[in-house]
């Protein structure tokens, strides 16, 4: 977990509803991901931040959205266009002296009935 | 596209025991290999980091090897304790796209006492 904190840990949305994820980072680090979890899967990324103001679509980016307005922050919006919301959503970060490691948040399970 | 594979799913062996995690990626061409530890419901634990460069990373009980050639990796747990038991994922960071890190979908151990 060290210095990246996700809010809240579990959260239940109506379908139809869009619901934002927030992921906030105190290590300094420039590139900061965001990954959904299935069971039994590895994880996925959705959405990925090189620097502020700019940000790329992973492998599964549709119904999600992001900004990166600040360097401590990469919030994730799903959207009522994702069909199958319910996971485990797990935020990580990557820079300062060990630039080619990840480092995980505790994630945020979000259930949408 | 990259895809890695962790064989077993699940593993459960005596306390005490040496036990080896296998993963395998299908591109060769990887930047490093990152293994990490998930408990229930919680985020990723970095455990080892090893270059593209190096054969093996050595932490306490715990040994990664590489061997590039044949896109495979294995965890050595030494001495296994109940405290061990988690889900232990890896995943590669591609050469080409930097930003992209491919994991698998772990291996669920169980060491009881």
């Known amino acids: 977990d060290g210095g990246i904190t996700q809010s809240p840990k579990y959260l239940f949305r109506k379908e139809g509803q869009n619901v934002t994820l927030s992921c906030e980072q105190n290590?300094?680090?420039?590139?900061m991901y965001w990954y959904r979890q299935d069971p039994g899967q590895g994880l996925r990324l959705i959405y990925y931040?090189?620097?502020?103001?700019?940000?790329q679509k992973g492998d599964i980016a549709e119904g999600y959205s992001v900004s990166r307005e600040k360097k401590e922050s990469f919030p994730l919006t799903v959207t009522s266009a994702q069909k199958n919301p319910t996971a485990f959503y797990l935020c990580?970060?990557?820079?300062?002296?060990?630039?080619?490691?990840?480092?995980f948040g505790p994630g945020t399970r979000l259930t949408v009935t | 596209k990259q895809e890695v594979t962790q064989i077993p799913a699940a593993l459960s062996v005596p306390e005490g025991e040496n036990l080896v995690l296998n993963c395998s990626f299908t591109?060769?061409?990887?930047?490093?290999l990152q293994w990490f530890r998930q408990d229930p419901g919680k985020g990723l634990t970095s455990l080892l980091l090893?270059?593209?460069?190096?054969r093996e990373q050595t932490s306490g009980r715990l040994n990664a090897s590489l061997d590039k050639s044949s896109g495979r990796s294995t965890l050595y747990i030494a001495a296994s304790q109940p405290g061990d038991s988690a889900t232990y994922l890896c995943?590669?960071?591609?050469?080409?796209?930097?930003?992209?890190?491919?994991f698998g979908s772990g291996t669920k151990l169980n060491v009881k006492p």
């Open positions: 995943a590669v960071r591609g050469t080409y796209n930097f930003n992209k890190f491919y």
């Open positions: 591109d060769s061409a990887i930047y490093n």
């Open positions: 290590l300094n680090h420039d590139a």
């Open positions: 931040s090189q620097i502020v103001n700019d940000f």
């Open positions: 990580a970060t990557a820079g300062g002296d060990r630039p080619y490691e990840q480092y």
């Open positions: 090893i270059q593209s460069s190096q």
